[in-house]
T-cell receptor
Framework: GENVEQHPSTLSVQEGDSAVIKCTYS??????FPWYKQELGKGPQLIID???NVGEKKDQRIAVTLNKTAKHFSLHITETQPEDSAVYFC??????????WGAGTKLIIKP | SAVISQKPSRDICQRGTSLTIQCQVD?????MFWYRQQPGQSLTLIAT?????????ESGFVIDKFPISRPNLTFSTLTVSNMSPEDSSIYLC??????????????FGPGTRLTVL
């Protein structure tokens, strides 16, 4: 079955620097790749997603890139701020609801 | 996007008892889901709650342990039965919602933090 690997498990960056989180997936039929942010004590929040018909999508300081050939996708956060500190999850799916989740990345923004 | 609420937000229960978690959505949605998230871990899908039919359970989860109701398009409940300390987790409700003119996406409630003693 589908498997999603996410790296790194913990990422510490200086405030203002960029952060990159990477995921790889195993099922070449996957066509939907969302990213979620989970703050302490809250449910996951969808922050950006990409579908397999595009290679990149950007929303202000957040961007996601997709390489279908290599079967990997990445989350890029620029000009990081303290409020970006959270756990980030990637997921992959062949349909919008059967999400296969990565293990999560704890992002720490150092002041 | 759909606004999702869950009750209770947290609870501490004794082993052997059962807890029913409620999930309410502010709009009608076709698909609702229940997840479990153990401390420091990723999300695991328990089941898909279908209105008008029985829930569809994922491997490793059974109806006797996690009975689900879906009486209408805005509400669902998950019961954790005969609890043991291993059931201590965050239980999350999610829905598939479609933004106006856009594709469907999945949104989550705030979660129910369950501790079993």
């Amino acid at each position: 079955g589908e498997n999603v690997e996410q790296h790194p498990s913990t990422l510490s960056v200086q405030e203002g620097d960029s952060a990159v989180i990477k995921c790889t997936y195993s099922d070449s039929a996957s066509n939907y790749f969302p990213w979620y942010k989970q703050e302490l004590g809250k449910g996951p929040q969808l922050i950006i997603d990409i579908r397999s018909n595009v290679g990149e999508k950007k929303d202000q300081r957040i961007a996601v890139t997709l390489n279908k050939t290599a079967k990997h996708f990445s989350l890029h956060i620029t000009e990081t701020q303290p409020e970006d500190s959270a756990v980030y999850f990637c997921a992959a799916s062949k349909s919008n609801y059967q999400l296969i989740w990565g293990a999560g990345t704890k992002l720490i923004i150092k002041p | 996007s759909a606004v999702i609420s869950q009750k209770p937000s947290r609870d501490i229960c004794q082993r052997g008892t059962s807890l029913t978690i409620q999930c309410q959505v502010d709009s009608q949605v076709t698909m609702m889901f229940w997840y479990r998230q153990q401390p420091g871990q990723s999300l695991t899908l328990i089941a898909t709650a279908n209105q008008g039919s029985e829930a569809t359970y994922e491997s490793g989860f059974v109806i006797d342990k996690f009975p689900i109701s879906r009486p209408n398009l805005t509400f669902s409940t998950l019961t954790v039965s005969n609890m043991s300390p291993e059931d201590s987790s965050i239980y999350l409700c999610s829905v598939e919602d479609r933004l106006a003119g856009g594709p469907s996406e999945q949104f989550f409630g705030p979660g129910t933090r369950l501790t079993v003693l």
